[in-house]
Structures are given as structure tokens and as C-alpha cells.
């Protein structure tokens, strides 16, 4: 069998996601220390406020916001690294 043939995009998914999350999470950790507060620089997008759809019966509210920082950047690369070696 070749090498990588049985991986799983499921698994790839997990693991950026399971990235994304700790990488954010050191770089709002790391915020405080002056020397490191470099990892939590970043910039957000998406919908500042949320959108509402009034239809009388049903309200739909839509929001999402996403913030993308040097610390869970770094989080991508090192899980997409860590699924290599999988």
C-alpha cells in the first residue's frame, strides 16, 4: 500500500481544526507577555453585526466572524505536520 493512501480528510479536518483552537488560545495566553504578544496579532472578517431575517413566523439571525491570528496560523501548519507523519 502506498504511503498516504489510507488517510482520512476527516482526520486532516480534526486536526487544523484542534490547530486553529490551541494556536488562538496560546496567542490570547501569550497577549500579556510583551515579548511574545506578537502571536495574538491578527485580523477578523465576516459580519460585524448579525443579519436577522423576519418572516413573520420564523426569525433567522446569521453571524459569523472569524479571526485569524499568527498564533493559530502557526497552529495549521504544525497540525498539517504532525498529519503528514500519520
Known sequence: ????????GWALFLLVLAGVVLGSFIGHLASGVS?????????????????TLDIGVLVITFGLTIKFSIA??????IAAIIYHFI
Open 1 to 8: 500500500m502506498a504511503k498516504g493512501a489510507g488517510k482520512n
Open 35 to 51: 515579548a511574545l504578544s506578537w502571536l495574538d496579532y491578527g485580523k477578523s472578517f465576516g459580519l460585524s453585526s448579525p443579519l
Open 72 to 77: 493559530s496560523i502557526l497552529g495549521i501548519i
